[in-house]
C-alpha cells in the first residue's frame, strides 16, 4: 500500500522553464510535508517543506503548494537551472508516531 | 560537524551472511530512521526510533533488526542476507517535533550474492 505516490518517473525541462512536480498522498492523516532533492551517490538533502495549515510555502525558487482536499502537493522551481538536475522525493508525516513515508521520486532533467 | 554518519560505505555479502550497518549523529537528535534505496524505486522505511530504548517498524521490517541503547547511535543488523537486500542503506536523524527536517547520512551500498 503505497501511501505517497510520485507517479512521474521522471522530467524534462528547459532551463529557464517551471518544473512541477507532483506529489498525491492518501492518508488524511498526515500533516506536514517535505520534499529533498537527491543526487547520486550522496544522501537525500532539504529542501523545504509545509504544514497543513498552509498551502503555499516559498523558499527562493522553490515553492510547494498543498491542497488537503484532493491530497495532493507540488513543487515549482522557476526559474529551472541544469544543477537542479536531480532526482525529487516528497515525504508525508504527523500523527504517525514519528514516522515518514517517501515516495518514489521524480528524476528531473534540466537542459541547458 | 559530522552530522549523520553511515558505516561501512561499500560492503559485499554472501547468501546467509550477517552483519551490522553502524549510524551515529552527533546532533543530539532523539529521532533515528533507516531507509533502503533500491534501483529506479523510492527511499523505504525499514524501522525507526523516537528515543533511546524504543523502537518500531516502518514498511519492509522483514530481515532486518535494530536496538537504540544510545541516542547517538542506530546500528541495522541484518540476518541471513539475501539477494533481495541487496540495496543502498540510508541512516537519517531529526529533532523532536514533528516538523523538523530529516538530516541524512551519505548511504552504505550492499551486495548480497
Known amino acids: 500500500d503505497q501511501q505517497v505516490k510520485q507517479n512521474s518517473p521522471s522530467l524534462s525541462v528547459q532551463e529557464g522553464r517551471i518544473s512541477i512536480l507532483n506529489c498525491d498522498y492518501t492518508n488524511s492523516m498526515f500533516d506536514y510535508f517535505l520534499w529533498y532533492k537527491k543526487y547520486p551517490a550522496e544522501g537525500p538533502t532539504f529542501l523545504i517543506s509545509i504544514s497543513s495549515i498552509k498551502d503555499k510555502n516559498e523558499d527562493g525558487r522553490f515553492t510547494v503548494f498543498l491542497n488537503k482536499s484532493a491530497k495532493h502537493l507540488s513543487l515549482h522551481i522557476v526559474p529551472s537551472q541544469p544543477g537542479d538536475s536531480a532526482v525529487y522525493f516528497c515525504?508525508?508525516?504527523?500523527?504517525?508516531?514519528?514516522?515518514?513515508?517517501f515516495g518514489q521520486g521524480t528524476e528531473l532533467s534540466v537542459k541547458p | 560537524n559530522a552530522g549523520v554518519t553511515q558505516t561501512p560505505k561499500f560492503r559485499i555479502l554472501k547468501i546467509g551472511q550477517s552483519m551490522t550497518l553502524q549510524c551515529t549523529q552527533d546532533?543530539?537528535?532523539?529521532?533515528m530512521y533507516w531507509y533502503r534505496q533500491d534501483p529506479g524505486m523510492g527511499l523505504k522505511l525499514i524501522y525507526y526510533?523516537?528515543?533511546?530504548?524504543?523502537?518500531d517498524k516502518g514498511e519492509v521490517p522483514n530481515g532486518y533488526n535494530v536496538s537504540r541503547s544510545t541516542t547517538e547511535d542506530f546500528p541495522l543488523r541484518l540476518e541471513l542476507a539475501a539477494p533481495s537486500q541487496t540495496s543502498v542503506y540510508f541512516c537519517?536523524?531529526?529533532?523532536?517535533?514533528?516538523?523538523?527536517?530529516?538530516?541524512f547520512g551519505e548511504g552504505s551500498r550492499l551486495t548480497v550474492l
Open positions: 537519517a536523524s531529526r529533532t523532536s517535533e514533528n516538523t523538523g527536517e530529516l538530516f
Open positions: 546532533m543530539n537528535h532523539n529521532y
Open positions: 515525504a508525508a508525516g504527523g500523527n504517525q508516531g514519528g514516522k515518514l513515508i
Open positions: 526510533s523516537v528515543g533511546a530504548g524504543i523502537t
